[in-house]
């Protein structure tokens, strides 16, 4: 069980990498232990060690109580961690705010602007509302009725 705690001890950032590409965790998400128990399982098969299934319990105890002193994982219940890792922080999954225009120049205090007045073709380009009738594709109603 000694060569099995090194692998852990030696690769702990491959081994998170590893879980949390199996498991997707993330900086502040709830890790529970048997999920730990079964990434260790894996993470030992890839790297051609094997473990019955009680000894990697007891080498998965071994492996949170390393990454507790290390402050990587804070107790929530004998079950159950928080994952304290910023290097796997959540994307943010809200867009960025838009740029705030430059703020425009203080007018002088007797200055006003007079409203522009409205031009002729401005008039004539705006458009009636609702839409024109629908031209009938039967034919007249003496057409139809003839027939």
Do not use: C
């Amino acid at each position: 069980m000694n060569d099995e705690l090194k692998l852990f001890t030696d690769n702990q950032k491959d081994f998170l990498k590893f879980l949390k590409a199996k498991y997707h965790l993330y900086h502040l998400s709830n890790v529970f232990f048997r999920d730990m128990h079964y990434g260790v399982m894996a993470y030992l098969q890839i790297n051609n060690m094997s473990s019955k299934y009680t000894s990697a319990e007891e080498l998965t105890r071994k492996v949170v109580g390393l990454l507790e002193k290390a402050n990587i994982l804070k107790n929530v219940d004998h079950l159950a961690w928080v994952l304290h890792y910023p290097e796997f922080k959540k994307p943010s999954a809200k867009p960025a705010p838009p740029a705030k225009p430059a703020a425009s120049p203080a007018k002088p205090a007797g200055a006003a602007t007079a409203p522009k007045p409205a031009t002729p073709a401005a008039a004539s380009t705006t458009k009636p509302a609702g839409t024109p009738p629908l031209a009938s594709t039967t034919g007249s109603a003496q057409e139809v009725s003839q027939s």
